[in-house]
């Protein structure tokens, strides 16, 4: 069923877990579809004027219909407690420990992702909106010692393999929505509201960020690039990125 | 033309309920969702923010007080207006049904000085957000006092020709009227103590 | 011609503020519909000029006729106003609900017929301010049919506008589910009892208090977004934006998900408003076309009303993607999936009730039919959706797009379409063409499906909506991309198909066959009326009184195979 609904390739930890609820679900739909539909088309034929003249009015009178619906209810249950709410449980709480884990801030305008990388003092910078320039796209203050080490790059979001990687979410203007579809991670950016996401990504590969929510003409075109590299390469990256 | 159309004077037996009566409970149910919305709108937009201004520094409680005490008057007077009908005393009714749009206009004059009082102090609804909810909601509150006032007016004025035709008809206007001028000042006294008080 | 005013524009006859509706919402119905063309020929050629009809549009839309992005996001937004506010609703309640509604009960008219004539003429402003927006200076609301702030915002006039319009339309619904409701409860025929209601009007019934009391929502919501825009509150407008490298001036403190919240708190229970009505025409032709009551009616009315409470308590899964923690997401995949048992319920009586009929396959049962199935997929799409960690995946894909497309498209739409072809005869004293409507039936089946199956393809594999050049900046949906060349042909082809339905419509006024005031055999009370009832003369001979159940049909030991409501129990009848 996975190879037939042709979801993006699965390159985080917890990829396999949303891709089992949307696979249970289809299995779900694709039994009683046929259920259904043989049913639906047998009494088409059956029953049609020419085959069945006088119409019974009691019509059908087994129970059986009954426990289908009970079964569909049941199965619902168990995909929505056993499989939906942790999943999604685990994505909003769970959060690694900060020192584990690769942290950074995207802060989404129209139309572009900046990528703010706290640098090896694992601090960020202070930023301030009166700062904002095309050169400083968040308006992060180089004045502060923070700040040094700070990298911020444009549509282009590296992270290390194997390592979880937290951020924290936000943007400067409208709502978009920071979606990386192989990893199985989508959450809006929301202006005045910061939000934290997680995630592990499990291969290496470059594939795109898709803004996942209208936020004006150019949204069709606010695509940004991540790569999840060898750690090696990352702080080699992270490095020469640092360095002025 | 004209259509008879059933139980707008008198109940329907299984419902208990002329057609207006019901009608009125509706439309009021629905301007409780709407008022609802927006206070709600309130809570959430003041319990989020940080900084909220102290709602006490803007508004003018001893004015508001006797703005309460002038609409609760008037939700008074409106029932007596209803029940002199009921006695068949038109001529009273003409009396409370005066007084209430007294009370009404009386209501509006206040609420205009109110408003006179912010923009002296150049308060405008962009100020702040307290400022911007109590511009909404107490704007709404007005609007729906208006639309009151211009049905009572009408009750008081040429509308009260149908006392002498269709007498239980126009009680029924009457008794809906009133309904929703309770309404109007039930909206205020939730108004009066999250605006002014809290 | 004070006569032909009275009777005609400004009438207030339930069944000439019936035709009114429909007539103009199946205008709107196509006016969106013709968006969506337009759309979908960016999306299947993007930055190709469009043909013949390109060079329409004017430079601020379409230089050298290409569409803009400015031109396609209006387009976009006002396809899903049209569509849902000017189109589906207006025809399922104000059409619908207004001509059969009253006759279905056995009343002379509506409860309140000058309430009536003002919702139809506040419905029509509404339409006419939404229309107009689209000569403004930036043109029409972008911000999509959502309008979420600060997006809208900062949108250019156009959206101020949709907001006015968007008032009149809500002042209109109030005024007719207030008057509908009223009908409902006082203006039964004697006899009438709430268990012997066709389903259609318990539709109509449930559907009346929806619009009640979620509308006034949206209403809160478009008055703080109006303040926002005009008077520069900042309701929804946090503190510190930075827009266009500019910092924004306002005192901020704002939140925009209360916006979300409030017009999701409408735009939910507005799902089961496009959906009842339509249940409940569909009800009525199956029990007539199968001559077999439906199966389990008190399930379906207990349902239906379930359905209607519930959808007051699952907006918010619109909204998993906001920040939502563990246990407010559980709360609302809770009840989206309790939600979906009374849907499942009735669909399985839809199906249940063919069973032991005797089907008769005319037009308006074959959309009816169809209904079945198209409404079940997407209902069982909505499933993903529904629950928020398989919708991190499928959030704002074409997954979307296809589920809900498919609830009000060949779902809802196809339900009005089965609708106009049953009463029409009424209306107008004429059966349609039966050879036309089945081309319309068969065009329409086929390309509808060709529109919005691959939807489903393009979602799962990520392809996100809303894009104006159809996702071809992206390479992870590289593989599914050419589907939109094969969907927006499809939607020309369906768009062809409609021509059917169109010609139709007007060839059947003077050659449709004569009908006479029964031609279904049917048993509900519209068709006790005379044929084309008389305008504003009262609906029937004389007042019906109610002596049985909606579908008595095929009952033992009676001679024909249906017995009207109004007809009194006979001796030897099976009861």
């Known amino acids: 069923m996975l190879e037939l609904l042709g979801l993006p390739p699965e390159a985080s930890a917890h990829a396999a877990e949303i891709d089992r609820v949307i696979v249970l679900l289809h299995w779900l739909m694709a039994v009683l579809a046929a259920g259904w539909g043989a049913f639906f088309l047998y009494t088409l034929v059956r029953f049609r004027r020419g085959a069945n003249p006088v119409a019974r009015r009691e019509g059908i009178t087994a129970g059986w219909s009954t426990y289908v619906e009970a079964a569909v209810v049941l199965s619902e249950v168990v995909i929505l407690v056993f499989f939906s709410i942790p999943a999604y449980s685990a994505r909003v709480t769970g959060f690694p420990n900060a020192m584990e884990a690769t942290e950074v801030r995207v802060v989404a305008e129209q139309f572009a992702w900046n990528v703010h990388y706290p640098g090896a003092d694992r601090t960020f910078g202070r930023t301030d909106i009166r700062l904002v320039s095309s050169e400083n796209p968040i308006g992060l203050d180089r004045k502060d010692p923070a700040a040094a080490d700070d990298v911020v790059s444009v549509n282009q979001f590296n992270i290390p393999l194997g390592r979880p990687v937290i951020v924290h979410l936000t943007s400067k203007d409208v709502i978009h929505s920071f979606g990386l579809p192989q990893m199985r991670v989508k959450q809006d950016a929301i202006p005045g509201m910061v939000h934290d996401l997680w995630f592990t990504p499990t291969r290496t590969g470059d594939w795109e960020i898709v803004c996942s929510q209208l936020c004006g003409l150019g949204h069709y075109r606010m695509r940004g690039f991540y790569s999840v590299q060898a750690p090696e390469a990352f702080t080699a990256w992270l490095r020469e990125a640092a360095t002025p | ?198 | ?575």
């Open chain 2, 1 to 198: 033309m004209e259509l008879e159309i059933p139980y707008t004077v008198e109940e329907r037996p299984d419902t208990g309920l002329t057609n207006a009566r019901l009608a009125i409970w509706l439309f009021l149910a629905s301007e409780v969702m709407l008022f609802g919305s927006l206070f709600s709108a309130y809570v959430l937009l003041r319990s989020g923010s940080e900084f909220w201004p102290r709602q006490a520094d803007y508004v003018n409680i001893p004015l508001a007080t006797l703005n309460t005490i002038v609409l609760i008057t008037s939700s008074v007077t409106i029932v007596m207006a209803w029940a002199s009908l009921k006695l068949q005393q038109f001529r009273s009714y003409r009396l409370y049904m005066g007084l209430t749009v007294l009370a009404g206009l009386g209501f509006l004059i206040l609420k205009g000085v109110e408003y006179g009082q912010k923009f002296e102090h150049h308060y405008y609804p962009a100020t702040n957000n307290f400022l911007g909810m109590y511009f909404v909601l107490t704007g709404l509150h007005i609007a729906h006092v208006i639309g009151g006032l211009v049905v009572n007016l009408y009750l008081l004025g040429p509308g009260a020709r149908m006392w002498k035709t269709a007498p239980a008809q126009f009680t029924g206007r009457v008794e809906a009227a009133g309904l929703y001028w309770h309404f109007v000042d039930l909206v205020w006294i939730f108004l009066f103590p999250v605006l002014y008080l809290l």
């Open chain 3, 1 to 575: 011609m004070p006569t032909f005013f009275r009777r005609y524009i400004f009438s207030l006859d339930h069944k000439v503020i019936g035709v009114q509706y429909a007539l103009t919402s199946l205008v709107f119905l196509l006016f969106g519909f013709t968006l969506m063309l337009l759309m979908r020929w960016q999306l299947a050629y993007p930055g190709q000029p469009l043909p013949f009809i390109g060079g329409l549009f004017g430079v601020a839309n379409a230089p050298g006729g290409v569409m803009l992005p400015e031109f396609y996001n209006q387009l976009g937004a006002m396809h899903g106003t049209v569509m849902v506010f000017l189109g589906v609703v207006p025809l399922a309640v104000g059409g619908f609900g207004n001509y059969v509604m009253p006759l279905q009960i056995g009343a002379s008219d509506m409860a309140f017929p000058k309430l009536n004539m003002a919702s139809y003429w506040l419905y029509f402003l509404g339409g006419v301010t939404m229309l107009a927006s689209f000569v403004l200076p930036g043109g029409a609301a972008n911000s999509g049919w959502t309008a979420y702030p600060p997006l809208s915002y900062f949108a250019t006039i156009g959206q101020t506008v949709w907001l006015g319009g968007m008032l009149f339309l809500i002042l209109s619904s109030l005024l007719g589910s207030v008057n509908f409701i009223t009908t409902i409860v006082q203006l039964r025929a004697p006899g009438l009892t709430w268990f012997r209601l066709p389903f259609f009007v318990w539709g109509q019934l449930v559907t009346a208090f929806l619009l009640l009391l979620a509308f006034p929502a949206l209403q809160a919501a478009a008055l703080l977004q109006a303040m926002d825009r005009i008077f520069g509150t900042s309701f929804f407008m946090p503190s510190g934006l930075v827009y266009g490298g500019k910092v924004v001036a306002g005192a901020g403190g704002g939140n925009p998900l209360l916006w979300q919240h409030l017009f999701w708190f409408l735009a939910h229970p507005e799902v089961y408003v496009l959906i009842l009505p339509a249940m409940g025409i569909v009800v009525e032709i199956m029990t007539a076309n199968t001559r077999k009551p439906i199966w389990g009616y008190r399930l379906m009315v207990g349902s239906a009303i379930f359905l209607g409470f519930m959808s007051f308590l699952v907006w918010a899964h619109h909204m998993f993607l906001t920040g939502m923690g563990t246990s407010i997401s559980t709360f609302f995949q809770t009840t989206t999936m309790i939600i979906s048992i009374p849907s499942v319920i009735i669909l399985s009586a839809l199906f249940l009730s063919l069973y032991g009929g005797s089907i008769r396959f005319n037009t308006p049962m074959l959309f009816a039919l169809a209904f079945l199935p198209m409404f079940g997929i997407g209902g069982l799409t909505g499933l993903p959706l529904g629950l928020a960690s398989s919708d991190i995946a499928l959030h704002d894909t074409y997954y979307v797009i296809g589920h809900f497309h498919y609830v009000v498209a060949p779902g809802t739409i196809f339900a009005l379409f089965a609708g106009v072809y049953y009463w029409y005869p009424k209306v107008t004293g004429r059966l349609m063409n039966e050879t036309l409507g089945k081309i319309h039936f068969a065009g329409s089946f086929v390309f509808i499906n060709g529109i919005f199956m691959p939807m489903f393809i393009q979602g799962l594999a990520g392809m996100n909506r809303r894009l104006y050049d159809g996702g071809a900046q992206y390479a992870h949906v590289k593989d599914v991309l050419h589907w939109n060349t094969f969907m927006s042909w499809s939607a020309w082809g369906l768009g062809l198909f409609q021509l059917f339905f169109i010609v139709n419509v007007f060839l059947s006024l003077r050659t449709g066959k004569p009908a006479g005031s029964n031609p279904w055999q049917a048993t509900t009370l519209d068709w006790a009326a005379t044929s084309s009832p008389p305008l504003a003369h009262g609906n029937f001979a004389s007042a019906p009184v109610v002596h049985r159940g909606p579908y008595d049909y095929s009952v033992p030991g009676t001679r024909e195979d249906f017995i009207p409501q109004h007809v009194e129990h006979a001796d030897g009848e099976a009861r």
